[in-house]
């Protein structure tokens, strides 16, 4: 179970610091608090996933795509969703760091959160 | 026996001498133990120690190959018999992963004294050195090579001749200490009094007279190349353990590992490491990118370990901040 937490208290920080990223756009800089609370919940979800599967899959590199895979997957299902304002969709701006957030998740589950993943590469 | 001189014979005669390979033949036929009523048959010759040569033979009980040691110099006190006898019941108590254990120890028809222990098949580490240059697996064989001194210590006994050409590596990385004929018992730890357990005597017969050096030059400590035995200890093995490292760690190696080498081979017995596990612990932080006690590193050092040993994560944090960068300043978001 040390995994799992690991992995969501790893994917909160990260998901956080995602949405803080937002500050440097002005134009969604008034919603700021929003998209952190989001970015925070969809990486704590991508987390409780990556951690699941690394206590069943104690193998780093499958850890790692998984993570991939989820980071991606979630961060595609949010960039469904268009700008309130525009409109516009921003697939690659929300889904290839999303994606980078479950490799971090997944990679330093494998790596510090204990049991035989961390020395299962 | 008496051996055929090597007189030149007349020219006329000289094709029904002998040659000298016929000779060495001869030589070799005399020299080959006698074991006659032992469950052993001989295959061959593999080696020559100090005392003895190491012999290849068939256990025809349990049918496995084993190694013969046979006492082959002249021995007319029996003080070498009693010797490889002492090597022999040495091994029998250390039994460890990292140690060869010995099967059988008695006298052949001939009168010779030997003992048979496993075969081990491998290299010597030096030769697994010479092929192997990745330092990691060094370092993971010196440790292991460390833990089974450390057992050894732990029951009352010092190699005293530890070096690279004693260690012995298998094909799965297997290690054993071979050659434990200088040995010395401090104490009897684990022997039933009415076997002499309360003391070292039935051990020490053939124990090292003070003044007398054993060892291997190099690798000795510095009591002990002195000849001083009431110096000599675990910390003597110890120094031994840090010469065997400086030989593993090769040509510009890292400075913490200088260190442990430097600390180990103190000139003080006191200043080392106080026992081999101590300095395997010290081997392992180093392969675990630990900070190793023996080296007060600075903070660039210190930022280089970190970095080693979380190189991975630097790297994908570097990439994650690189992409939100280039995200930011390319897509505006």
């Known amino acids: 179970m040390r995994r799992v937490g690991v992995a969501m208290v790893l994917g909160a920080f990260l998901g956080a610091f995602d949405g803080l990223t937002a500050w440097f756009t002005p134009a969604v800089r008034d919603q700021l608090g929003t998209i952190v609370m989001l970015s925070s919940l969809k990486s704590v979800i991508a987390g409780l996933l990556i951690g699941i599967f690394a206590v069943f899959v104690p193998k780093r590199p499958a850890v790692v795509l998984f993570g991939f895979g989820v980071g991606l997957v979630l961060a595609w299902l949010v960039a469904m969703q268009p700008d309130p304002t525009t409109g516009e969709h921003y697939y690659v701006q929300i889904m290839v760091p999303g994606a980078l957030v479950g490799v971090l998740v997944g990679w330093a589950t494998a790596r510090y959160g204990g049991g035989p993943s961390a020395s299962a590469a | ?333």
């Open chain 2, 1 to 333: 026996m008496t051996t055929p001189r090597p007189v030149t014979p007349p020219e006329s005669t000289r094709s029904s001498w002998l040659s000298d390979a016929a000779v060495e033949r001869l030589r070799e036929a005399a020299g080959t133990p006698d074991l006659t009523a032992t469950r052993y048959r001989l295959i061959r010759r593999v080696g020559r120690g100090g005392m003895g040569s190491v012999y290849l033979a068939d256990d025809t009980h349990l049918d496995r190959p084993v190694a013969l040691k046979v006492l082959d110099l002249d021995d007319p006190r029996g003080l070498l018999a009693e010797r490889l006898l002492r090597e022999a019941r040495i091994l029998a108590r250390l039994e460890h992963p990292g140690i060869v254990p010995v099967h059988e120890a008695g006298r052949l028809a001939d009168g010779r004294v030997f003992y048979a222990m496993k075969y081990v098949e491998g290299e010597r580490l030096d030769h697994r050195v010479a092929r192997d240059p990745d330092l990691p697996s060094r370092l993971r064989l010196f440790r292991r090579v460390c833990e089974a001194v450390a057992f050894a210590h732990d029951r009352g006994i010092l190699h005293r001749d530890l070096k690279p050409q004693n260690v012995m590596v298998g094909t799965f990385g297997e290690v054993w200490v071979m050659d434990w004929g200088v040995a010395k018992v401090l104490r009897d730890v684990d022997r039933p009094p009415d076997r002499g357990g309360a003391g070292t005597a039935a051990w020490g017969a053939t124990d090292t007279d003070h003044g007398t050096v054993l060892g291997t030059r190099g690798y000795m400590a510095p009591e002990q190349e002195r000849g001083d035995l009431s110096a000599v200890g675990p910390r003597s093995d110890v120094y031994s353990l840090g010469a065997m490292l400086r030989f593993l760690l090769g040509d510009d190696p890292p400075r913490p590992l200088l260190a442990i080498c430097a600390k180990a081979m103190a000139a003080e017995p006191a200043e080392r490491y106080a026992g081999a596990l101590d300095l395997a612990r010290e081997v392992s932080r180093h392969l675990d990118g630990l900070r190793v006690e023996a080296y007060p590193e600075g903070v660039l050092d210190k930022a280089r370990r970190l970095y080693e040993r979380h190189k991975v994560a630097v790297w994908l944090i570097a990439a994650y901040l690189v992409v939100r960068g280039a995200l930011l300043a390319f897509l505006g978001r």
